[in-house]
DNA sequence: AGTTAGCACTTGATGCTTTTGAGTGCTAAA
DNA sequence: TTTAGCACTCAAAAGCATCAAGTGCTAACT
C-alpha cells in the first residue's frame, strides 16, 4: 500500500517474485521451500542455481532463513512483514462467504456484546483459525445512585454510568433492611461516588459512610461492594477466543512445548489488550511473532479495532501461526468489521452480492 | 458409601489395601506400579513375590491393567470407580484453602452467574486441573415484575425470577413515560406474564396488553421484548472451562494426538450438559473416561450439581486426566457446592473454621 | 495353606552407528 | 548472466545392541 518501503535493501523484480512464490508455497506447505520446487511447482522461469543464489542472497538481506544447512529456505519475520505490505494478492472472499458474514449479521443487530462474539465464531469457522474478540475497557463511572428494596434482607443498587447505561447490582445483607435505611445509604453514595474510580474509593471514604449510617453501618460495606464490582467490571475488559484446538492442527505447534507456550499466551488477555490499544485503530494490525518479542515466534495476530466516534470499543482478530493465510484473513477480518463499524453506527446492512 | 459393592468379586483386605497403594501411588506420580515400589515405599509387608500374584489376580478380575508385560500395573476404570468409592481416604481442606473458599464465597454473594465461574476459578487453583463452570438452562418465569423509572425515555423493568435472583432490563422507548405509565404497564404484566415461559407468549396477549394501555400503546412492545430477553436468555445454559492449559501439564496429555482429542471433547460443550443431565443431582458425580464412551478414556470428569428447591441450576466441576486427585477434588468441588447451595437457599454463610 | 526366594523371560526405553535424501554453495562451462 | 554438475552438510530415519524394570512361574520354606 505504502509504496516501495525499503526494509533490507531494494529488491528486483525477480527476487521479490521469488520471495512471494516461496512465502504462498509455504504458507500453504508449512514446510521449508526449496529451490528445486520453485522451478516445478511455481512457475519460476530460470534454473534451480539461479534461484539458489537469488536465494542466498535474499536470506543475506534477511527474508528468508534456513532452519539447517540442507534444508529449504522458510520465512523471517521480516520476510513475512514484507509480503503482507507489499507482495501479497489481495483474497476475494466468495459468494459463499459473504453469505455467510451477512447472515450472521443480520440476525445479530441490536446487541453489540453478541455481535461481537458471533463475528468472532464465524471467523475462526471460516479461516480455520483461532479467533480472537475483545470488548475494550471503557473507563466509567456511576452518574447517579438509585435503589430499590426487594425484601428484608435485599435491595437493588441501581447505578446509572458515566454511558447511557444502567448497571443493577443485588446488594445483600444481614441485617434488616427498610426503605429508610437503604435510601439514606444511597444519599451517602450520591455524595461521595459519583464520578468516582475504583482506585478512588479509600478507606476514609468507607469510614465517613459508616458512622453517617449508624446503627446501619453494616450496610455499607457490601452496598461499596456492588459499586466497586459495577464499576470494576466495565473497567475489566475481556477477550475471548473461538475455536483454540484449531492450532492443534498446525504443525509449528505439534510440540507440546510450544502448545505450552502458545496456551500460556493465550492466558495473558492484558497483552492482547496492550496490542489493541498500541495499534492504528484505522485499520488491520498486524503482529508477526519473532524471538525477542513477548509473542511466541512462529505465531501471528491479526487483527482490526471497531471504532465508534473515533474510541475504540473492541477489536476482531485471528490469532494462528506465522505462517498464516494473511490474504484471506484480512479480507475477511476486513470486511466483518467494516459491516460492523456500519451496523454500529446505524447504516442499513448493505445486501449480499455488492463488493 | 454405599458398603460393599461388589465390582467383580468381592475383595480381601490384602487385597484392598493393594490396590489401594497401587492408586494412590500411580496418582502420585503418573506411572506404572510394580511390585517392588509397594515393598519399599508404600509399607505393604509381604514379599514383592506374594504382592505380583496379588496383583495378578486383581488384573484378572478387572481391577489393575499392564500397559505392556514388563510394565507396573495402572488402574483400569473399573479400578478407578472403586478407588473412588470404597477405597479413598477423603481430603481435610487446609485452612488455607478454607479461608480462600469462604473469601471468595462472601465477596460474591448475590450474584448466582458470577459465583458460579469465580468459584469455578478458584477451584482450577486449588486442584490444578482444569474446571467446569455450568449453568443450568432453567425454564426460568418471572416471579413479579416492577420498575424503575429513569428518565422520560427509559425505565428499568426489574423481574424477580423464579429462583432467588433479580433480573433487570432497561426498556428505551420513544413516547414519554411517566410513572402512572409505567406502573400500569407493569401491573400488566403482572397479570398476564407471570410464571410464563417464552413460548407462551402469543400474539393475543400482546394485543390484549396494548389495548389496555390505550395511547401508551408503543410501550408495550418493547417491554415484552425485554421480559422475553430475559427469560430466553436464562434458558440458553452455559459451560465454561478454567485453566484449560493445566491440561498440558500432564503427561497423560503430552502427545499431540491425546491433546486433540481431549480438546475436541471440551469443545462438545452439549456433552457435559448431557452428563450433567443425567447425573445424580445431589451428590457428587464421577465420569471416568474408557475406551467404549465418548469420553476420552484416559480422563475424568468430577461435578457436582447445583440445586435450588431440586432443581438444577447448574454444577461445577473439574476436567483433568483419570488419574486424578479425587479425594482432593471431591472435597473441594463438596465443600463449594454445599457453601454455595447454602448462599442460593438463603442460609447464611458460616464462619471460616468450622468444618 | 500361604509365603517367599530365585530365575528365565519379555519388552519398552535408551543410546549408538549407519544410511538416506533433500538441499545447498561453489566452480567451471555455455 | 545463466546454468549444469558435483562435493558437501545435516536432520531424519532405520537398524541394532544393550539396559532395566517388571513380570510369571517353580521350588523351597514355614
Redesign the pocket.
Known amino acids: 500500500m505504502s509504496g516501495e518501503l525499503i526494509y533490507g535493501g531494494p529488491l528486483s523484480e525477480?527476487k521479490k517474485r521469488i520471495l512471494r512464490s516461496i512465502i504462498d508455497a509455504h504458507i500453504a506447505m508449512g514446510?521449508?521451500?526449496?529451490?528445486?520446487?520453485l522451478v516445478t511447482s511455481a512457475e519460476i522461469?530460470?534454473?534451480?542455481?539461479?534461484?539458489?543464489?537469488e536465494?542466498?542472497e535474499l536470506?543475506e538481506m534477511g527474508y528468508l532463513e534456513?532452519?539447517?544447512?540442507?534444508?529449504?529456505?522458510v520465512p523471517t519475520q521480516l520476510g513475512y512483514r514484507f509480503y503482507v505490505d507489499s507482495l501479497m494478492e489481495s483474497y476475494k472472499l466468495t459468494a459463499t462467504e459473504i453469505v455467510a458474514l451477512n447472515n450472521m449479521l443480520k440476525s445479530k443487530i441490536g446487541e453489540l456484546d453478541t455481535i461481537i462474539q458471533s463475528a468472532s465464531k464465524l471467523v475462526a469457522n471460516l479461516t480455520n483459525y483461532t479467533s480472537v474478540a475483545i470488548k475494550a475497557s471503557e473507563r466509567e463511572t456511576v452518574r447517579a445512585f438509585s435503589h430499590m428494596v426487594l425484601d428484608e434482607h435485599n435491595f437493588l443498587m441501581v447505578m446509572k454510568m458515566s454511558g447511557e447505561n444502567v448497571k443493577t447490582k443485588q446488594v445483600h445483607t444481614d441485617i434488616v433492611l427498610d426503605e429508610n435505611n437503604v435510601s439514606r445509604l444511597m444519599s451517602l453514595f450520591n455524595a461521595y461516588c459519583v464520578g468516582v474510580t475504583p482506585e478512588d474509593i479509600t478507606y476514609a471514604t468507607i469510614v465517613k459512610m459508616e458512622s453517617a449510617m449508624g446503627s446501619a453501618a453494616a450496610l455499607v460495606n457490601p452496598a461499596v461492594k456492588a459499586f466497586y464490582d459495577a464499576v470494576a467490571t466495565s473497567t475489566d475488559s475481556n477477550v475471548r477466543f473461538e475455536g483454540v484446538n484449531k492450532l492443534l492442527e498446525y504443525p509449528e505447534f505439534s510440540s507440546v512445548d510450544q502448545l505450552k507456550r502458545v496456551f500460556s499466551m493465550i492466558e495473558n488477555k492484558e497483552d492482547f489488550l496492550d496490542m489493541l490499544s498500541n495499534s492504528d485503530r484505522n485499520k488491520i494490525n498486524v503482529f508477526i511473532g519473532d524471538e525477542e518479542s513477548r509473542f511466541a515466534s512462529n505465531s501471528a495476530f491479526i487483527f482490526r479495532p471497531l471504532t465508534v466516534d473515533g474510541k475504540v470499543i473492541g477489536a476482531i482478530g485471528v490469532f494462528g501461526p506465522s505462517r498464516m493465510d494473511y490474504s484471506k484473513v484480512i479480507s475477511t477480518v476486513e470486511y466483518l468489521t467494516q459491516k460492523i463499524t456500519g451496523i454500529i453506527e446505524g447504516r442499513a446492512l448493505p445486501e449480499p452480492g455488492e463488493e
Open positions: 525477480r514446510e521449508p521451500i526449496g529451490s528445486k520446487y522461469p530460470f534454473s534451480s542455481a539461479t534461484i539458489r543464489n536465494m542466498a536470506t534456513q532452519p539447517h544447512t540442507s534444508a529449504g529456505r
